[in-house]
């Protein structure tokens, strides 16, 4: 079976883009990573601009179907959050140059709807999150009087935080340690 050329032009342009800032990354690396001509990355995306915005829309929806599945499973509802935080943790560990890039206001100029696309993933993974923590408050993990927007906020900033302390030393992120600090105060 052949592979999809697309695809491989993804895959290697998220590799060339994951070591280097949006603007040093040329078509030609990015053409020489996927072993295709210059010209067959025009065949599948408009410029850069689109090939750096679709990497960044694959990778979003990855996610959400990766936590989706979390969410959707029998396990309990700590495991549920374990499982959505090593996803996060690893994530920004492994695109930590690639999502922020898509906040800059060049690219923003460049792509508008980056930003609402971006914006659209967060809410969706916020209604996942919110809706384990609703699981939580029926199943008596958590408190019924927990405000689940701080909970959140507390969750993705200490997920990034985590991320963030552990990106270059090779450790995985205590994520497990973090929710049951977590739970434990919303107990």
Do not use: W
């Not at 990355?41 to 750096?52: A, G, P, Q, S, T």
């Not at 929806?61 to 309990?76: F, G, H, L, N, Q």
């Amino acid at each position: 079976m052949k592979p999809d050329k697309r695809l491989v032009i993804l895959r290697a342009a998220e590799s060339v883009f994951r070591g280097r800032r949006f603007h040093e990354v040329l078509l030609d690396d990015v053409a020489a990573a996927a072993r295709v001509g210059k010209g067959t990355i025009y065949r599948y995306f408009n410029d850069k601009e689109d090939l750096f915005f679709q990497i960044v829309v694959a990778g979003l929806r990855e996610i959400e179907e990766s936590v989706a599945r979390v969410a959707a499973s029998e396990k309990p509802v700590r495991d549920k959050l374990c499982a959505f935080g090593d996803v996060l943790t690893g994530v920004l560990k492994e695109r930590h140059m690639i999502i922020p890039a898509i906040m800059t206001p060049e690219f923003a100029r460049k792509r508008p709807d980056a930003r609402e696309e971006f914006h659209r993933h967060h809410q969706a993974l916020d209604k996942i999150l919110a809706d384990i923590l609703q699981e939580g408050i029926r199943t008596g993990t958590i408190r019924n009087d927990v405000n689940i927007d701080l909970f959140l906020c507390a969750f993705v900033g200490g997920m990034h935080g985590l991320t963030h302390r552990h990106r270059d030393d090779g450790l995985v992120p205590p994520v497990h340690e973090l929710i049951d600090l977590l739970l434990k105060g919303a107990r």
